[in-house]
């Protein structure tokens, strides 16, 4: 059971370049869940997907685009990366159907966008 | 809209002190969740808290859960150097069961 996987570990983009992180989870959970991480922020809601066929925005979703491939994959797209998307990006899912189930993290993408 | 504080954003104890990490919610929970994140490392779920006044222990941890369901705390007895890290509080975002707010997290640091 790997849990949650995430790829890539690291990444450096320029301004305006795009690219997909992958998130991938092996629990046969329903929900799944796209964070960033900035300091002094705590974790803020970008995009999540209640179970399969649906993605829903959360807290800061502008500049970014997500695909629920199929159960276990979620997808996270920077379409023309800004400066400011420079954070730590974590991939979460949880089982679903009840806010009382807890939630399983991935190990984070660091990403630097000079 | 909702928010979740906690307090105090940074802490420093000598090892074998006691800490303590207090969140507050704006709103009324249904539950609260506590996670850790080790330096470098993801979070990781510790605890979820339900019913009004609950108490629970962990080994040294011990999470309550206030009497109006608005707030909660996480404290530690005798820290030792394996307790540094952030500890974020969480609970169910109003109107959406299948997303959690979190406070923006207590950094905690030991001095062995």
């Known amino acids: 059971n790997a849990g949650v996987t995430q790829t890539p570990k690291f990444q450096v983009l320029k301004t305006g370049q795009s690219m997909t992180l992958q998130c991938a989870q092996d629990m046969n959970h329903n929900s799944m869940y796209w964070y960033r991480q900035d300091p002094g922020m705590g974790l803020r809601l970008i995009y999540y997907?209640?179970?399969?066929?649906?993605?829903d925005k959360g807290e800061v979703p502008n500049g970014y685009n997500v695909s629920r491939l199929n159960k276990r994959e979620f997808s996270l797209r920077l379409e023309s990366a800004a400066p400011s998307q420079t954070s730590v990006y974590f991939c979460?899912?949880?089982?679903?159907?009840?806010?009382?189930?807890?939630?399983?993290f991935g190990p984070g993408t660091r990403l630097t966008v000079l | 809209g909702q928010q979740v504080m906690q307090i105090p954003q940074y802490q420093h104890v000598q090892e074998g002190e006691d800490f303590t990490t207090y969140c507050n919610s704006s709103?009324?929970?249904?539950?609260i969740q506590w996670y850790k994140q080790r330096p470098g490392g993801h979070p990781v779920f510790l605890i979820q808290l339900v019913k009004s006044g609950e108490v629970k222990k962990q080994k040294r941890l011990t999470f309550q859960f206030g009497e109006a369901k608005k707030n909660s705390s996480l404290h530690i007895t005798a820290t030792q150097t394996t307790d540094v890290g952030t500890y974020f509080c969480a609970g169910p975002l109003s109107g959406g069961y299948n997303k959690l707010i979190f406070g923006a997290g207590t950094r905690l640091a030991v001095h062995p």
């Open positions: 979460a899912s949880r089982l679903g159907g009840s806010s009382y189930n807890e939630q399983f």
């Open positions: 709103t009324t929970l249904s539950n």
């Open positions: 997907s209640a179970s399969e066929g649906t993605t």
